[in-house]
């Protein structure tokens, strides 16, 4: 593993994320979830990236992305799966396919999804701080998110919302391990979607029985007693985002 590459960006000290990490842990100890909705971080802490709240400029249109869209690079760091060939997956999962299963243009194109031209790791510290989104690929991402069979999302540097409400971040990563990239199938979508959902601010389950038709809530989470196999945002995904966009979660 390259840990230099892999390392999050350098000026972000570690406690941040640990931080993050305890604070989010009592957050989903304390809420109890609404059995109608997927769920959204709520309070003062709120894990989504900072730019789902604006959108610029023309809807999907454009030539580059703007300072309130949401640029993504996506990296590897095992030869098993390099990062040519799974980012084209990632970009096509994320926004080419029908418009209403894939995130880009979710809550009125506030999720404006551009993947930027090169891999994460190619970009100079100053290129790079300028990207909002990492999607990472490894071979296991064991210490960082729990356990050997877990993807993860983390969140750096939090930023005070507009309205002074709320905090959310100016920088999200998801961590994605290859052996659920390697078939580039619905599987493969169903973690990608999934760890977006994290991005743009949904939650997981919050207890056994915690199901409904959604990324969140699908059975990624048998343990939890759900069963549905889409692999898409549904519609009560969406409208959560556009809910957590609106500031109305
Ligand atoms: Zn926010
Ligand atoms: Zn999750």
């Known amino acids: 593993m390259d840990e230099q590459s892999l390392a999050p960006r350098q000026r972000f000290p570690r406690w941040m994320l640990a931080g993050w990490m305890a604070t989010a842990a009592v957050v989903g100890f304390h809420h109890v979830p609404t059995a109608n909705a997927s769920h959204s971080h709520t309070g003062w802490n709120q894990v989504h990236i900072a730019t789902i709240h604006g959108n610029d400029g023309p809807v999907g249109g454009g030539s580059g992305p703007g300072s309130q869209d949401e640029e993504y690079c ?10 040519a060939t799974i980012a084209p997956f990632i970009e096509q999962t994320l926004a ?37 989104l990492e999607f990472r690929v490894a071979e296991s991402w064991a210490s960082l998110c729990g356990g050997e069979q877990y993807a993860c999302v983390t969140a750096v540097n939090p930023v005070t919302d ?49 199901c409904m038709h959604s990324v969140m809530h699908n059975n990624l989470y048998l343990s939890y007693g759900c069963t549905d196999p889409v692999w898409h945002p549904t519609s009560s995904d969406f409208v959560s985002v556009r809910n957590i966009a609106n500031r109305a979660n």
């Open 74 to 83: 996506v990296m590897s760091s095992t030869s098993a799966l390099p990062a």
């Open 162 to 210: 507009s309205s002074g409400r709320h905090q959310h971040y100016m920088y999200m990563n998801a961590h994605l391990k290859r052996e659920q990239m390697a078939a580039m199938g619905d599987r493969a979508r169903k973690f990608i979607n999934h760890e977006t959902g994290h991005l743009v601010g949904l939650k997981d389950p919050g207890y056994y029985g915690d």
């Open 96 to 132: 080419k396919l029908a418009f209403n299963i894939i995130w880009d243009g979710a809550a009125d194109w506030r999720v404006d999804l551009w993947r930027a031209a090169k891999f994460c790791n190619q970009y100079t510290t100053a290129e790079r701080n300028r990207i909002e």
